[in-house]
């Protein structure tokens, strides 16, 4: 058997929550270091030869957290998007943002579409960063853009498939990937990628997202490189 080809890991940063508590530090703490440990992670994943890393940073149902866990959030994004995506810009890095960009405030949209822009010639790896996404809601909208398209007769009933709307996600310019890992020890998707992990080999760890790294991503991937991957066939 030949080992597993790799082209795109995506990962639930889940924990930063409890690795704060633990610490008896307010949550924001956490997430500040988990912001930490994926500036190295990215850095681990180029090295890694990933070409596509997705992120779950900010799911549409965290908006019902707390007034001041969401607004701590938003701070600390500002403060990412000015300091961190610059360097990783410059290192070749091309970011792309999923997400239901209505619920974010006007300054942060603008910032994500500049970003989205400056890096846009970059091809040597993908940092898509889920952001006030949902996978259910992502579905939905793809569902209305076909609904549309078939409405006003641009396309015919019988020409809708999977192409067609796989090609209406925020996803539709990158592979399917490859890898799911979700750190904090929870089992379960909590609304991410649905369609697109259909074929994922999914990964479970108790770490927790702030104390994450380079040396765990690299045992996931050698252990993917080992799975078969079956796709159905016997
Ligand atoms: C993940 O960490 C980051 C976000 C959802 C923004 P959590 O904040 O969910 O941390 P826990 O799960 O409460 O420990
Ligand atoms: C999923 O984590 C979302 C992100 C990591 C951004 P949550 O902590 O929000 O998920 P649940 O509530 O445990 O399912
Ligand atoms: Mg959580």
Same mark, same amino acid.
């Given at each position: 058997m030949t080992a597993n080809n790799l082209e795109h890991v995506a990962i639930i &940063?889940?924990?930063n929550g409890r690795w704060a508590q633990k610490r008896g530090l307010p949550r924001l703490a956490g997430h500040e270091k988990g912001a930490e440990t994926l500036q190295e992670v990215v850095k681990a994943a180029v090295d890694l030869g990933v070409r596509y890393l997705t992120v779950y940073a900010f799911s549409t149902e965290n908006w019902n957290r707390d007034k001041e866990e969401v607004s701590g959030l938003m701070k600390l994004l500002r403060k990412y998007m000015n300091s961190e995506f610059k360097p990783m810009q410059e290192e070749g890095v091309?970011?792309?943002? &999923?997400?239901?960009?209505?619920?974010l405030d006007a300054d942060i949209v603008e910032q994500m579409a500049k970003i989205e822009r400056d890096s846009k010639a970059n091809d040597k790896f993908t940092l898509c960063i889920a952001l006030s996404y949902g996978s259910r809601q992502e579905i939905v909208s793809a569902v209305k853009k076909i609904a549309l398209l078939a409405k006003k007769e641009d396309?015919?009933?019988?020409?809708i498939d999977?192409?067609?709307?796989?090609d209406m996600l925020y996803t539709r310019s990158i592979p399917d990937p490859d890898i799911v890992i979700r750190t904090s020890g929870e089992k379960r998707i909590s609304n991410y990628l649905l369609w697109q992990i259909a074929y994922s080999e999914l990964f479970f760890t108790p770490t927790l997202w702030p104390d994450f790294g380079r040396e765990e991503l690299e045992q996931i991937i050698s252990e993917f490189k080992q799975r078969e991957r079956r796709y159905g066939k016997n």
């Open positions: &940063m889940d924990g091309r970011i792309l943002f &999923m997400g239901e960009r209505d619920m396309i015919n009933i019988k020409d999977a192409r067609m709307v796989a």
